[in-house]
């Protein structure tokens, strides 16, 4: 579970399912039925279903780059250095 303020430890006797499959809004997020939803320690992230391949790709694409930064920095290189020969920086833009 995750939470954002406050919640309750079970819902036990006080919860019921009221619909499935249907489009819900989290916030300012909306979430549609066969979206994938990836969570771990650090959040949750919404994937539409639709861009699923092109959000993988991008994400192996930093999962590579942040392999080459660690094995730059293993080999001696300063965070500087290995910012400037992999574009780093770059990762955190939008378009790449």
């Known amino acids: 579970m995750f939470t954002r303020g406050r919640f309750m ?13 249907r489009v819900v809004s989290l916030g300012r997020v909306r979430v549609v039925p066969r979206d994938i939803i990836v969570a771990d320690a650090n959040g949750v992230v919404v994937v539409p279903r639709a861009r699923a391949a092109e959000i ?3 994400a192996r694409g930093i999962d590579d780059i942040e392999s080459q930064f660690r094995q730059a920095i293993q080999s001696g290189k300063t965070l500087t250095q290995a910012c400037a020969e992999l574009g780093y920086h770059k990762l955190q833009r939008k378009s790449q």
């Open 9 to 21: 430890r079970t819902g036990q006797d006080r919860v019921e399912i009221v619909s499935v499959n």
């Open 56 to 58: 993988a790709g991008i």
